[in-house]
């Protein structure tokens, strides 16, 4: 464990703030349509800046590869959670940040006013990738919850969340779940509006209700 923590903080001195390079097959920062500003965000400052204006981007490559993930983390006051938390509502979105990103932090008030009106539909899950298992630290992540608003589930990294925690050399970066944990379109890089967000959701559970159709033909198909 000692040495898988080592190798994380090593990926984070090496990662950007709202940076978008770096992406992997399972992230975008493309622009999904016309309507929106392909604005890309090249250093904290101007991410800073710019945050307002970058827009999201939306997975329409059915080639990406299903991935599940399965864990088990502690959340900021050391409560064990599981992977069971997905099932706790038909999307989850899962957004990676840390305690030194400024875009992180600005976009997570109005993420708090989304976790507030997601009900079944959605939730938000934030992962604090900056965590070093020291108090100090622990404590700098719950005061930029409690300021921020943002009263969703928080988690500290563990070994089984290094699939999204290494999943782009930048920070922040958001994924999508499906209530059993798999993975719903492309992952999310940089931080956007409220409005962006609220696009991409409903965008991601569309493709939710979609794949439990498709399932559903298929059993039908198979029973008969």
């Known amino acids: 464990m000692k040495k898988s923590l080592i190798l994380l903080l090593a990926l984070l001195m090496l990662s950007g703030c709202g940076n978008s390079a770096g992406t992997t097959p399972n992230t975008d920062s493309s622009a999904p349509s016309s309507s929106q500003t392909d604005d890309t965000q090249s250093n904290d400052s101007a991410a800073s800046?710019?945050?307002?204006?970058?827009?999201?981007?939306?997975?329409?490559?059915?080639?990406?590869?299903?991935?599940?993930?399965?864990?088990?983390?502690?959340?900021?006051?050391?409560?064990?959670?599981?992977?069971?938390?997905?099932?706790?509502?038909?999307?989850?979105?899962?957004?990676?940040w840390a305690t030194f990103c400024g875009p992180c932090i600005n976009e997570m008030p109005e993420l708090g006013e989304l976790a507030a009106e997601g009900g079944t539909n959605y939730q938000i899950i934030g992962v604090c990738a900056d965590l070093n298992g020291t108090e100090d630290m622990l404590e700098d992540a719950k005061e930029i919850v409690s300021q921020t608003k943002a009263n969703y589930l928080h988690l500290q990294p563990s070994e089984d969340l290094y699939p999204v925690l290494t999943a782009s050399s930048s920070v922040p970066v958001t994924f999508f779940f499906d209530s059993e944990g798999k993975l719903v379109g492309k992952g999310i890089l940089g931080a956007q509006k409220k409005d962006t967000w609220s696009q991409v959701i409903s965008e991601r559970l569309e493709m939710v209700k979609a794949d439990e159709t498709t399932s559903a033909e298929d059993s039908t198909n198979d029973a008969a």
């Open 49 to 96: 800046e710019s945050s307002d204006d970058s827009t999201a981007s939306e997975s329409s490559d059915d080639s990406a590869e299903t991935f599940q993930l399965t864990f088990t983390a502690k959340d900021l006051d050391g409560n064990e959670v599981d992977q069971s938390v997905f099932a706790n509502a038909k999307l989850t979105m899962m957004n990676i």
